[in-house]
């Protein structure tokens, strides 16, 4: 290739275009030539947002910071975002960064479902978020505080609070000695399985006891959950109409029968409490009583005679004492 004139000067124009290219790419300007989305957003503070700077949605890259402009007190960012973008009357936008020292985006949010797609120039919600400088200065505020806090803490202060502690420990040095040393003894010697609570700790025989205990109350519980079964399969049958049990609960003509001599029952009870039939006369007859009662005294008179009597002379005492 000949270094001519006319090789310099392309050289030139094409290290020209790939700069002019590159420039506005970085600042954003190749967006003026794409067809897209222009939406505009309310700020009181944009926190150092430049012209050109990204445009995200869900952390996905859909456009540019195309303006920035100052309208009635308040910031007005202008987006341009692609065609295929797809944004909702009711979306959100925020202005974030990617670190402390990281470079400013403005982030949009998806809005809801049923929303209506945005158009040109429609103005969307803008919220604020918190900068590095209000962030720095909260955290300075707490330095400021915890600073505070300390130097509260004088020697002075710290000997008032702990004085009263201090003194105890001094006063009860002797008790709270012997204490501790009482309970690093009983201690060791339950340790070493002396005493009733060292037994019951360390003596494998109680621990045998409680197992074969335990055991005894798993089979009996066993038991106890077999006897329920049976006894369910009784109730069950017994509801079903099975077994002698069923048939007296559920027998139709049993229980006719056993109603009707509850009835005839009842019936003879009246009949004896009115004094009608054979028992009803001896239970409810006062004479009855009365001949009864004579007889036992006649009987009794007989019998005090007895005593001196011999045979025959006792079964003629007995026939006229009857008779």
């Not at 050289?11 to 954003?28: D, N, Q, R």
């Not at 920035?68 to 925020?94: E, F, G, H, R």
């Amino acid at each position: 290739m000949k270094n001519t004139l006319e090789t310099r000067l392309g050289l030139f124009v094409v290290l020209a275009v790939m700069a002019a290219v590159l420039i506005l790419e970085t600042l954003g300007g190749m967006e003026h030539f794409k067809r897209g989305l222009v939406v505009h957003a309310m700020f009181n503070n944009i926190q150092d947002l430049k012209k050109g700077d990204r445009v995200k949605m869900a952390g996905l890259e859909i456009g540019r910071v195309s303006g920035l402009q100052i309208t009635n007190n308040k910031v007005k960012v202008t987006m341009k975002l692609d065609s295929t973008a797809v944004v909702k009357v009711d979306s959100t936008v925020k202005i974030q960064f990617t670190g402390l020292m990281g470079q400013n985006f403005v982030s949009l949010d998806f809005g809801t479902p049923a929303a209506q797609p945005a158009e040109n120039d429609t103005i969307l919600t803008g919220a604020e978020q918190p900068g590095i400088n209000d962030m720095m200065e909260k955290i300075n505020s707490v330095a400021v505080g915890v600073e505070n806090l300390t130097k509260s803490f004088t020697g002075d202060k710290i000997d008032n609070l702990l004085g009263p502690l201090t003194d105890f420990f001094k006063a009860n040095q002797t008790p709270l000695t012997a204490t501790i040393s009482n309970v690093q003894f009983i201690t060791s010697q339950v340790a070493q399985g002396n005493g009733t609570v060292g037994m019951l700790i360390n003596d494998k025989t109680l621990y045998n006891t409680a197992l074969h205990s335990v055991s005894n109350l798993q089979d009996v519980a066993s038991d106890i959950r077999m006897t329920l079964g049976e006894a369910r399969k009784v109730v069950d049958q017994a509801n079903s109409g099975k077994g002698t049990i069923g048939l007296l609960l559920k027998d139709e003509a049993l229980y006719r029968e056993t109603t009707a001599s509850v009835t005839t029952l009842k019936e003879i009870l009246l009949k004896i409490n009115s004094g009608q039939g054979s028992v009803g006369k001896l239970i409810n007859d006062p004479d009855l009583y009365k001949n009864a009662r004579m007889t036992m005294q006649k009987l009794d008179k007989a019998t005090e005679g007895l005593e001196d009597q011999g045979p025959l002379s006792i079964m003629g005492v007995m026939m006229n004492g009857l008779f």
